[in-house]
């Protein structure tokens, strides 16, 4: 499944959806926690200027973000209060590429605010201390209601798939959710819903998929956990879900367990997630819905959807804070996920989508190429010394024709497949690709590297590439050549020896 899903994605393309929920801003203050109050046992935070005050948008926007980098174009209806963080929030999302005209203004409601205080001690160990929330959470007005709605059916049209993300601070209010729900599957459209923790969930009656956790569909179902969770009760609550509150079909995120999936007229199914090192579980519902949604606006079949969101959600539990999981980084890990792409063998089209996941991190990349016949201590000093320019080392190895051409009829002395296991086992190389080119010039454009890299005792402007790496802005190294290692002279010792 990941293998044929990691081929799906090459050909997902750009969807409209439409987001209504709870926009909220994240703020940070950031200081100094090295001494306690005079007046009373608490630490002090010393921040130094404005500086140290941080925002970014927080809540739905953070789906908005995760649909944005799985190709989504995003139009958000959700309500801001008439205060200076909203108008910060909506230019934050503006320019984030969202379509904000469907953001309704409630002057008699704050904008939901998060505000964090992390005190580093010593200028360094950031521990949040305490967080300020400025919010309403009463069920919005009537005619704000019926000015959401109208944003909602403005925004309708073209859409893909609808998301509501409801965190409960007012705005997905019953009669919200049920207008959302028929104005869109009257036209066709998928209603995807990230729930609240909530006992009553008939507001979201109708929706093609609700996604919520272990806890939330504990309490929605009142299903007390036992004491060993598992997929017995995944499934024990997903059915009961199904049931209770007339949704086509049903997600239970359940952890270590993975999901279970509950569709109305099939048998239940598990999907399994692979064990990760937990750092922060923070936005991975947000990563669950927007890869549902990304997989199904583009035809895949639900569970297939699903798996796609398991893999994504793994990848944000991974990172600190909340960060979206582009395509590419996905694709990678689909790749990893299926075995296929276990070791550092690459064809082109497998390493493109790797390196592009590799730069969303800011990971710099490195390039060299050779035929590497015969492999020697000279090799392995220069390959190792290429990767300290970089973060990321891919060789590109001479094709054997290539090999032929250039170094005569009795080359190579091992073949391209001897050659490859060889690099392979060197821990300083990351990619591996055969290019058939007699210039590198076709593989420095395909791969755009930070640094090329080349052995040898010429200067830079004597490679044959140097115009084409000037022109793309290259960084280009000339790393220094070992007298008596060169491949020829070693493979002459052996004939003379022989």
């Known amino acids: 499944m990941h293998a044929r899903l990691h081929e799906e994605l090459a050909d997902f393309t750009p969807f409209k959806a439409v987001l209504v929920g709870d926009f909220m801003l994240d703020q940070q203050i950031r200081g100094a926690a090295e001494r306690m109050s005079p007046e009373a046992p608490v630490p002090i935070l010393t921040a130094r200027s404005q500086n140290d005050i941080t925002s970014m948008p927080g809540g739905a926007s953070n789906v908005a973000a995760c649909l944005a980098a799985l190709g989504g174009v995003v139009h958000l209806v959700g309500v801001i209060g008439g205060d200076a963080e909203g108008r910060e929030l909506k230019a934050s999302l503006e320019s984030s590429g969202c379509d904000v005209t469907g953001m309704v203004e409630d002057a008699t409601r704050p904008t939901t605010v998060k505000r964090s205080l992390v005190g580093l001690a010593q200028h360094r160990h950031p521990q949040k201390m305490f967080r300020l929330d400025f919010e309403s959470r009463e069920p919005l007005a009537p005619d704000v209601e019926r000015r959401v709605v109208e944003s909602f ?18 705005v997905c209010t019953p009669e919200v959710c049920q207008h959302v729900i028929r104005l869109a599957r009257e036209r066709g459209i998928p209603v995807l819903v990230d729930p609240a923790a909530l006992e009553d969930c008939a507001r979201y009656a109708g929706a093609s998929l609700v996604t919520p956790n272990r806890s939330e569909a504990e309490l929605a179902t009142r299903i007390s956990p036992p004491e060993e969770g598992g997929v017995a009760h995944g499934f024990k609550l997903a059915g009961t879900y199904l049931d209770q509150w007339a949704v086509d079909a049903v997600v239970i995120t359940l952890d270590r367990d993975g999901a279970v999936l509950q569709q109305r007229g099939h048998e239940p199914s598990h999907l399994p997630t692979r064990a990760r090192s937990v750092y922060d579980v923070t936005g991975a519902g947000d990563m669950v819905l927007a890869a549902l949604a990304s997989g199904i606006a583009n035809d895949l079949a639900l569970n297939d959807s699903v798996a796609l969101a398991n893999v994504a959600a793994g990848l944000e539990v991974e990172t600190f804070g909340v960060r979206p999981i582009p395509i590419p980084e996905l694709r990678r890990a689909l790749l990893e996920e299926s075995g296929s792409g276990l070791g550092p063998v690459r064809t082109m089209e497998e390493l493109l989508p790797e390196l592009e996941a590799h730069r969303s991190k800011g990971d710099a990349i490195v390039l060299t190429n050779g035929c590497f ?79 090329y890299v080349k052995g040898g005792d010429y200067r830079p402007e004597q490679i044959v590439e140097y115009e084409l790496l000037e022109e793309l802005g290259i960084d280009v190294r000339v790393l220094a050549h070992r007298p008596g290692l060169g491949s020829t002279s070693v493979i002459d010792r052996i004939r003379s020896e022989a």
Not at 153 to 170: F, P, T
Not at 383 to 411: F, I
Not at 413 to 419: A, H, N
């Open 153 to 170: 059916e403005r925004a309708l049209e073209g859409a893909a798939v609808v998301c509501i993300e409801d965190y409960a601070k007012g």
């Open 373 to 451: 016949d015969v492999i020697h201590a000279g090799h392995v000093a220069y390959l190792r010394e290429a990767r300290q320019t970089g973060d990321v080392l891919v060789v590109g190895v001479n094709s054997d024709e290539q090999v032929a051409s250039l170094k005569g009829p009795d080359r190579p002395i091992f073949s391209e497949r001897e050659r490859l296991e060889i690099l392979g086992e060197l821990r300083c190389v990351d990619y591996l690709v055969v290019f058939g080119e007699q210039t590198a010039h076709e593989l420095i454009r395909a791969i755009a590297p930070d640094v």
